[in-house]
C-alpha cells in the first residue's frame, strides 16, 4: 500500500505572495513542510504539487535544486493536479498538505494517516471540526475516493480545495476525524498567511528545541508571554474554503430511495412532524441529512445547505462545536448513565438557578413535553385544580394536543380540561380564570407577536389574584432571548419555567424549574425518568451554557436576526409583498408568515418559497432560526436567495404561483403560533 504525501504549493498568495519560499529560522517554508512530512510514520514518498504555471516556475526549480520531487498540474482544478499527481506516483493513499504548515505535527499526520490505512476511513482528517491549532491540518484519502471525487466533482470550489466534494458526500465516504483531547487549541494560529504570522513563528522557534512536537510550541508559548500573537482570526477550518457559489440543490434520489426505504419500517419516515415529507415540498426537498458544521449541513444526495432550521432549534452554537464535543467526549470517557445521581446535576441546577429568574429548584428530563407535562401535574397537584388555559405549543402530551384539531385518541374528559386562548387577550384570560377554578396558565411568553404593554405582568397578577400557576414555556426562547430566558427580557417570573431545545446545543436535555413552595410538591407528584440525570448532556449543557456566556452569544442572535430582519423587511418591500409575506417575532427567532393572494393560497406560496430556498441551498421551514455559526459569509448567501425567492413570487403572484410547484402544496398539521 503506497502512501504519498502531496503538499499543495504555490508563489500566488494573494496576502503573502511568494511565502512558501519565505525563510524561517533561516528555512524555506516548503522545505520545513517536506521534511516534516518526511517525518511522517510509515509514508513511502513526498510530492510538491504546483500549478504549471510560470509564476510557480520558482517553486519547481527549488524543487529540482533540492531533489524534491515535483509534480505540475493545473492552477485552479487542483483536484485534477492531485489526482494526476497520485495516479503518476502510484498512490494508494494520499495525505494531503498545504505549504504554509511549517510546524505540521508528523505525529498527528500519522494518526490522520492510520485511519485510512487501517480501513477505518476513506477519508480522515483533522479539522472536522477544527480542535487542533490552525496549521497542523491535513487530510489523508484513498486514491479510490479521490477518482471519485475528481470524476463527479462539479462545483468551482469542490475542484479548487480538493477534498470537499470527499467530506460533503458522507453517505458514500467513510469520513473521520481525529480530534485534540486537549481543549481550546483551536484558538492557537500557527498557519502562514501574513508576513506577521511569519514573524509570530518566528519567535516561537527561536525558543523552542529543534524536532519539537505540538507539546513543544504550545509549551514555548506558555513559557514565553513576552511572544506577542499576531491579531488572529478564528480557526474556522474548512469554512473558510466554502465561497459564496450559488449551490443547485436540484438532485433527491437518494433521500427519495431512502424515504421509501424509511417507510417500511418508520410510520411517517421521521420522528417528528416537522422533519417529516409532510412538512416539505416532497418533490424537490432532501429528507435524510449525513453531517452538518458550523451553520451548514449536508443530505444524502451531497447537497450543502445553510440550515435555517437548526434541528428544530437546539443548535444555537453551530453543529459540531468543538468545545462541546469536547465536553462530551471528556464525560464519555467516564460513562453515560449511571445507578446513582451525579454532581453534574447540582452543577447545572446551580447554574440555572443563578441564571433564570424564576429558578430556586430544578428538575431534568429529555424532551420539551417531559417538562411542560410536569409542570402541569405539579400545578394541578399543588392548586388541587384539574382545569389548564394553554397558549402556543406545548408538546404532544394528552393534556395539551387534546386542545388542538388533531387531538385524536385523546379520552375527550381530557380535552375538555384544557382552554386555548389567543395570544395577547388578557380579557379572555381574566373572564375564565374569575369564573372557574384553573391550576394553571401555560404559555409561551411570546412567539410570532410582541406581548402588548402589560399583558404579561397581567397575567401573573391574574394568576396570584385566583391562585393558579403562571408557567412559561421557554422551549424556544431560553437561552435564546437572553441567557435567563424571556422572563429576564420581559422582567416578568412565572412561578414554574420550562426549557429544552437550545440548553444543550443539541444533546436531548430539558429542565422545569420554578420557585421553592411550588417545586417542593414536586416530591409528591410522580415525575421520574431514566435518562434523568444521562450525564452527556449535562455535561453538554454546562458547556454550551458557558459558552453562550463567555462568547457573548445572545448579543449575536439579537444583532444577526435584527441586521437580518430589517433587510428582508425591505425586500419584501421592494418586491410590493407587503401583505403576502411577514417577518414576525423577535431578532433571535424570527417567523416568515404566508398570506393569502386572490390567486394564490398562502399555503402554495409558502410551498414554493421552501422549494426555491432549498434550489438554492437554504433549509428553512417557516422561521429563521439563526445560530452563533451563523455569520457575514452565510448572511451574505441567505440575503440573496431571498431577494431572488421574494422576487420570483411576486412575478408568479398574479396567475398563479400553483403552475411553478414541482409537488402538492404543504399544509400545516394545525396552526397555534
Ligand atoms: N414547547 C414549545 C414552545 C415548543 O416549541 C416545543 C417543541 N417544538 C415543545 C414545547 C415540545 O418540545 P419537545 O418536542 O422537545 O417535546
Known amino acids: 500500500m503506497k502512501k504519498v504525501i502531496i503538499i499543495q504549493a504555490r508563489m500566488g498568495a494573494s496576502r503573502f505572495p511568494g511565502k512558501v519560499l519565505e525563510l524561517l529560522k533561516g528555512k524555506e517554508l516548503l522545505r520545513w513542510v517536506v521534511e516534516r512530512s518526511l517525518a511522517i510514520p510509515t509514508i513511502d514518498q513526498v510530492v510538491v504539487a504546483t500549478s504549471d504555471s510560470p509564476s510557480d516556475d520558482k517553486i519547481n526549480d527549488f524543487c529540482t ?76 484519502f484513498t486514491m479510490a475516493a479521490l477518482e471519485n471525487a475528481y470524476k463527479n466533482a462539479m462545483r468551482n470550489s469542490d475542484r479548487e480545495h480538493v477534498t470537499p466534494y470527499i467530506r460533503n458526500n458522507q453517505h458514500l465516504f467513510k469520513v473521520r476525524n481525529v480530534s485534540s483531547s486537549v481543549p481550546g487549541l483551536q484558538a492557537h494560529r500557527w498557519t502562514v498567511d501574513t508576513p506577521e504570522d511569519l514573524a509570530y513563528l518566528e519567535q516561537i522557534l527561536s525558543q523552542s528545541k529543534s524536532g519539537f512536537t505540538t507539546w513543544d510550541i504550545l509549551d514555548t508559548i506558555e513559557l514565553n508571554p513576552q511572544i506577542k500573537r499576531p491579531s488572529s482570526e478564528r480557526n474556522e477550518g474548512f469554512s473558510k474554503s466554502l465561497k459564496e457559489e450559488t449551490t443547485h440543490c436540484v438532485n433527491f434520489k437518494n433521500s427519495q430511495a431512502l424515504l421509501k426505504q424509511a417507510s417500511n419500517t418508520i410510520p411517517l419516515g421521521a420522528q417528528t412532524f416537522s422533519k417529516s415529507y409532510i412538512q416539505f415540498p416532497e418533490n424537490t426537498s432532501p429528507m435524510f441529512l449525513t453531517h452538518g458544521l458550523g451553520a451548514r ?39 453515560i448513565s449511571f445507578s446513582l445521581s451525579t454532581e453534574l446535576e447540582i452543577q447545572l441546577a446551580e447554574k440555572l438557578c443563578s441564571i433564570i429568574p424564576s429558578a430556586e429548584k430544578v428538575r431534568f428530563a429529555k424532551n420539551g413535553t417531559d417538562v411542560t407535562s410536569a409542570a402541569i401535574r405539579l400545578a394541578r397537584a399543588y392548586t388541587g385544580r384539574d382545569k389548564v388555559i394553554v397558549c402556543g405549543y406545548h408538546g404532544w402530551q394528552d393534556w395539551y394536543i387534546g386542545s388542538t384539531t388533531r387531538n385524536k385518541g385523546v379520552p375527550k374528559t381530557v380535552c375538555d380540561l384544557t382552554t386555548s386562548v389567543p395570544y395577547n387577550d388578557l380579557d379572555i384570560i381574566k373572564k375564565l380564570i374569575s369564573t372557574e377554578a384553573y391550576a394553571s396558565i401555560i404559555m409561551e411568553p411570546c412567539n410570532s407577536q410582541e406581548p402588548l404593554p402589560g399583558y404579561l405582568q397581567g397575567i401573573k397578577d391574574v394568576c396570584e389574584k385566583y391562585g393558579a ?110 401583505g403576502i409575506v411577514k417577518l414576525s417575532g423577535y431578532a433571535p427567532w424570527k417567523i416568515v408568515q404566508f398570506f393569502d ?30 445560530s452563533f455559526s451563523h455569520g457575514e459569509l452565510e448572511k451574505h448567501a441567505l440575503l440573496k436567495s431571498f431577494e431572488e425567492v421574494l422576487a420570483l413570487i411576486g412575478g408568479y403572484l398574479n396567475k398563479g404561483i400553483n403552475q411553478h410547484l414541482q409537488s402538492p402544496s404543504i399544509r400545516p398539521l394545525f396552526k397555534v403560533r
Not at 66 to 74: A, P, Q
Not at 477 to 492: E, K, N, P
Open 597 to 626: 393572494h386572490p390567486h394564490s393560497t398562502s399555503f402554495e406560496i409558502k410551498t414554493f418559497f421552501i422549494q426555491e430556498m432549498i434550489r438554492r441551498g437554504v433549509l428553512i421551514n417557516s422561521s429563521l432560526n439563526i
Open 65 to 140: 535544486i533540492n531533489k524534491m520531487e515535483c509534480f505540475r498540474g493545473s492552477e485552479t482544478d487542483v483536484l485534477s493536479r492531485f489526482y494526476k499527481a497520485a495516479e503518476q506516483y502510484n498512490a494508494d493513499i494520499i495525505i494531503r498538505i498545504t505549504a504554509d504548515c511549517p510546524l505540521l505535527d508528523p505525529h498527528i499526520a500519522g494518526q490522520v494517516l492510520r485511519l485510512v490505512s487501517s480501513r477505518s476511513a476513506d477519508y480522515a482528517s483533522n479539522v472536522l471540526p477544527p480542535t487542533w491549532p490552525d496549521g497542523l491540518d491535513c487530510e489523508a
Open 297 to 335: 449541513v449536508w443530505d444524502v444526495d451531497g447537497n450543502e445547505y445553510i440550515d435555517l432550521i437548526s434541528g428544530l432549534m437546539p443548535v444555537v452554537l453551530g453543529y459540531n462545536d468543538p468545545d462541546i464535543n469536547h465536553a462530551i467526549q471528556n464525560q464519555l470517557t467516564k460513562g
Open 469 to 578: 400557576i403562571l408557567i412559561f414555556d421557554e422551549i424556544v426562547t431560553g437561552f435564546r432571548f437572553s441567557l435567563g430566558g424571556a422572563q429576564r427580557y420581559f422582567g416578568v417570573t412565572p412561578h414554574l419555567s420550562c426549557f429544552g431545545k437550545a440548553m444543550g446545543n443539541g444533546m436531548p436535555i430539558s429542565a422545569i424549574v420554578g420557585q421553592n413552595h411550588v417545586m417542593k410538591e414536586m416530591e409528591e407528584i410522580f415525575f421520574s425518568g431514566t435518562f434523568g440525570g444521562e450525564t452527556l448532556s449535562l455535561a453538554a449543557s454546562l458547556a454550551t451554557i458557558k459558552k453562550i456566556e463567555n462568547e457573548n452569544v445572545i448579543n449575536h442572535l439579537w444583532s444577526y436576526g435584527a441586521d437580518m430582519g430589517r433587510k428582508i423587511d425591505q425586500i419584501i418591500l421592494e418586491k410590493g409583498l407587503g
